[in-house]
């Protein structure tokens, strides 16, 4: 039987169309995916349905509501179809796939978030590559996960993240393996899927409007800009330390003013500036000392995954404790567990 597969145009690159200003947003993207499949291709590929969103936008302009309207449309027709591709622009495209993965626990079918560097419209363009590909993908049985693909990778969405700003391999998933290569075969990587034992429990949420942030640690950050930016109504912050969890201590009023804000119920999780690397809070001092003001060490967590999740954590309305608990608690293989290097996930469901 042939698979159904819907499509969810969000916006982003591989729509948009050339103007005097630059590239914007167009609809009629089901007008170009029609002639772009010959009747003989159509053979091959999976049925399918596009739907594309009544405000196309440009992924910059992506706000955390967008997640959950994302995961809200894929929620309503989960059981009309057996895989979701999403069509996105590329600029926010690992934060979507890492929000969609915590919206969306217990899935039992794929969900590829894809899109291209370049239009569709244009003569030569990677974005047919990757949307046919992505729709085969979708169909496969079984990767029940987000995923991102991109360029002949398929990665884990809350693994994934944007390296390069004009290259087709734009994308990697730089501490955990691939999901599947794609090149003259489709090579899929199974023990390296998520083992799917929960139930399908989605969670559509108003997302926590400013209260998240993220602060890269740099040389000269005082404590002073610290606790600016520790304000309420902040209730989380996400602090890209240096190497595996390494932050000024000697500082005047750094290490105080992080613990401050944790007793006030902020939630602060450390994770590295390193594309490769795991934070480790007992290996240096350093790392001890902002352990000891509460700050939570964030293992191996994507900039974007980090704060996907505790947004989405926040917007539960969950008691600081549990918020800081399930920081530490693999939902989906966001992070690798110490010890199990390949990160099989421990959902919470």
């Given at each position: 039987m042939q698979k159904r597969i819907f499509i969810a145009y969000t916006g982003g690159t591989i729509g948009m169309r050339r103007t005097p200003q630059g590239y914007v947003p167009e609809s009629g993207l089901d007008r170009l995916l029609a002639q772009m499949i010959s009747p003989d291709l159509a053979e091959d590929m999976p049925d399918y349905v596009l739907h594309e969103c009544s405000h196309l936008i440009d992924s910059a302009n992506l706000h955390p509501r967008d997640w959950y309207r994302i995961a809200d449309l894929i929620a309503s027709h989960y059981h009309d179809y057996d895989g979701f591709v999403v069509l996105h622009g590329t600029d926010t495209m690992a934060y979507t796939a890492s929000g969609l993965s915590f919206a969306l626990p217990g899935l039992t079918k794929p969900v590829i978030v894809t899109?291209?560097?370049?239009?569709?419209?244009?003569?030569?363009?990677?974005?047919?590559?990757?949307?046919?590909?992505?729709?085969?993908?979708?169909?496969?049985?079984?990767?029940?996960?987000?995923?991102?693909?991109?360029?002949?990778?398929?990665?884990?969405?809350?693994?994934?993240?944007?390296?390069?700003?004009?290259?087709?391999?734009?994308?990697?998933?730089?501490?955990?393996?691939?999901?599947?290569?794609?090149?003259?075969?489709?090579?899929?990587?199974?023990?390296?899927?998520?083992?799917?034992?929960?139930?399908?429990?989605?969670?559509?949420?108003?997302?926590?409007?400013?209260?998240?942030?993220?602060?890269?640690v740099f040389p000269g950050l005082s404590a002073k800009l610290l606790a600016k930016v520790l304000e309420p109504p902040l209730r989380g912050l996400i602090l890209e330390s240096y190497g595996i969890g390494a932050v000024p201590?000697?500082?005047?009023?750094?290490?105080?003013?992080?613990?401050?804000?944790?007793?006030?119920?902020?939630?602060?999780?450390?994770?590295?500036?390193?594309?490769?690397?795991?934070?480790?809070?007992?290996?240096?001092?350093?790392?001890?000392?902002?352990?000891?003001?509460?700050?939570?060490?964030?293992?191996?967590?994507?900039?974007?995954?980090?704060?996907?999740?505790?947004?989405?954590?926040?917007?539960?309305?969950?008691?600081?404790?549990?918020?800081?608990?399930?920081?530490?608690?693999?939902?989906?293989?966001?992070?690798?567990?110490?010890?199990?290097?390949?990160?099989?996930?421990?959902?919470?469901?």
């Open positions: 899109g291209s560097q370049i239009p569709l419209r244009e003569m030569r363009n990677d974005a047919r590559n990757n949307l046919l590909t992505a729709l085969l993908l979708a169909a496969k049985d079984p990767i029940p996960e987000v995923c991102l693909y991109f360029n002949g990778r398929l990665m884990r969405g809350n693994r994934a993240t944007k390296l390069k700003g004009e290259a087709l391999d734009a994308f990697d998933s730089p501490n955990y393996p691939l999901l599947a290569k794609v090149g003259i075969n489709i090579e899929i990587n199974r023990p390296a899927i998520l083992d799917r034992t929960g139930a399908e429990v989605f969670q559509i949420l108003q997302p926590a409007d400013g209260q998240v942030a993220v602060l890269k201590i000697e500082s005047p009023g750094f290490l105080a003013t992080l613990a401050t804000a944790t007793e006030h119920g902020v939630t602060i999780v450390a994770i590295s500036q390193c594309i490769e690397s795991r934070v480790d809070l007992r290996k240096y001092a350093v790392g001890t000392a902002l352990a000891r003001t509460g700050v939570l060490g964030g293992f191996d967590l994507t900039t974007e995954a980090a704060y996907a999740k505790l947004n989405h954590l926040l917007s539960l309305n969950i008691p600081t404790e549990e918020v800081g608990g399930n920081m530490q608690r693999s939902w989906c293989g966001e992070f690798s567990v110490p010890d199990e290097p390949f990160g099989r996930a421990r959902s919470l469901y």
